[in-house]
């Protein structure tokens, strides 16, 4: 049959190997201009030749192939094409991220973090990770860039407060995590 693209996608968390596919992605590339048609999508083969067990259009999946009936409305004649769905890696970071005291030497109740000094340790030996940092979990997980730390070395803090850090590999993979000032 015709060469579909693999939907791709990232997993929820390290080292779930679960992702969620939108099928209904890969309709245009099925349907490839053919009128009057329509797409379901089956966990098998004999399912798809059957057109039983139509899975719902967000579907959680470890990487797996899956067949996609392609139907012609008049006639009920069908094609059924396999499509791959792949679950690309999220960051296995450091989990959990040790706490960062420091003295307050000068007894102003204020102190400068080098956060980077964290990175090798949140990096956990992975190559290729970008590390940004933020103070709300809400904003590491959007990771604009307009509200990361912008100078992750010298951040001031009082201490006792959350960190949060935005771990991205090179397939754009997520893994958000957090860890605590101390003074």
Do not use: M
Request: proline share 8%; hydrophobic share 35%.
């Amino acid at each position: 049959g015709p060469d579909i693209t693999p939907l791709v996608s990232c997993e929820e968390g390290p080292n779930i190997g679960e992702a969620e596919f939108t099928l209904t992605d890969a309709d245009t590339d099925i349907i490839a201009g053919q009128p009057d048609t329509f797409v379901t999508y089956h966990e098998t083969e004999a399912q798809a030749e059957a057109g039983t067990n139509v899975l719902p259009g967000t579907y959680v999946s470890s990487t797996q192939t899956i067949y996609a009936r392609l139907e012609e409305n008049t006639l009920g004649c069908y094609d059924v094409i396999a499509l791959d769905l792949i679950v690309n890696a999220a960051p296995a970071i450091a989990e959990p991220i040790a706490p960062y005291p420091l003295c307050d030497n000068n007894q102003d109740g204020e102190e400068p973090f080098d956060l980077t000094s964290k990175n090798t340790e949140i990096e956990h030996g992975l190559p290729n990770i970008t590390l940004t940092y933020y103070i709300t979990q809400a904003d590491a997980d959007l990771g604009d860039p307009a509200t990361e730390i912008p100078t992750p070395n010298a951040y001031t803090s009082a201490g006792a407060e959350t960190i949060w850090v935005r771990a991205v590999n090179l397939d754009g993979c997520v893994t958000v995590s957090s860890f605590e000032l101390v003074i």
